[in-house]
């Protein structure tokens, strides 16, 4: 058999199009367990509860409501980089963000973002201001409050909401997708990286792997841009000396997703397991994600 031949026996025998059953009133609930170890810190763990409800049935496809309920953290209350961790993950706890999707599944918009943005600008302003009166006087100083809650808001923004809903730790994200072994999508991640994904599947069984997919110059663009969000004052010096940093490794820039999803009966996910790695500015973090239907 030719390579050509095998690998087109190859590709058949591992393609499979992701279409969960759906159907008005039907629910689905799931518990997510995130791990984070962040560099000089204990392994912070988190908890919660997550619902999809398909409220409606259209021409087009479904409506459903997502709901993000009972979050725990083992972070100590003394630790504000936990505390900071834990003010982000519930900025939407209890709000409700209505989906819409095609026949498939697959998410096109979220249909109440104006209602959305008016309590998530109210949580952000509590947020801000807690995280403020807990910061050291000099921290405090260097971010002022406006300046802050815009850096939150614009991590809420509807595309950012938007692409958390087809991420990989998003029970949506593979709905209607046509997935074969040696598969590759390109794909921007929340840190505005180029990432290239590559798929194995296996029956119910899919496995997908991402690095960058970033030129040396456009690494270094998203480094002055993240740097002079958050460090105006030192912009221009950053840009002078960015080549000299980098190759220091003061500037380290990589990423890694490795993610694993079982499908169940009706199509929708039984469980997800995603594993993210950055290293950036000689910081490697790392964020585990665990996914499973109640």
């Known amino acids: 058999m030719s390579s050509v031949l095998l690998l087109a026996v ?9 279409t969960p059953t759906l159907q008005k009133g039907l629910v689905k609930s799931y518990q997510i367990t995130a791990d984070y170890q962040i560099p000089g810190m204990s392994t912070i763990t988190t908890t919660a509860d997550d619902t999809y409800t398909v409220t409606d049935a259209t021409a087009d496809g479904y409506i459903i409501n997502y709901v993000s309920t ?17 003010a982000a993950n519930t900025l939407l706890a209890d709000l409700t963000i209505t989906i819409v999707t095609d026949k498939d599944g697959k998410v096109l918009r979220i249909a109440n973002y104006d209602e959305l943005k008016k309590q998530l600008d109210v949580n952000s302003d509590k947020m801000v201001d807690k995280i403020l009166a807990a910061a050291p006087p000099a921290a405090a100083q260097a971010m002022p409050k406006d300046t802050f809650k815009g850096l939150v808001m614009q991590g809420l923004s509807e595309d950012k909401l938007l692409k958390s809903l087809q991420d990989a730790n998003s029970v949506l994200t593979l709905n209607g997708k046509t997935l074969s072994t040696g598969m590759q999508e390109q794909f921007i991640n929340a840190k505005e990286a180029k990432m290239k994904r590559l798929y194995f599947v296996n029956g119910k069984d899919i496995t997908c792997n991402a690095v960058l997919d970033m030129t040396t110059e456009e690494i270094k663009a ?12 030192q912009a221009d010096i950053i840009k002078q000396n960015i080549d000299q940093l980098i190759a220091s490794g003061m500037l380290k820039f990589e990423m890694q997703e490795n993610a694993t999803y079982q499908l169940d009966a009706d199509g929708w996910l039984k469980s997800i397991k995603v594993e993210d790695t950055a290293n950036t500015m000689g910081q490697k973090t790392v964020i585990t994600t665990t996914i499973t239907v109640k």
């Open 222 to 233: 998203v480094i002055i841009a993240k740097l002079t969000e958050s460090m105006p004052e």
């Open 10 to 18: 190859i590709t058949a025998q591992g393609q499979t199009k992701i």
């Open 70 to 86: 009972n979050f725990k953290s083992t972070a100590a209350e003394s630790d504000i980089t936990g505390q900071i961790l834990n």
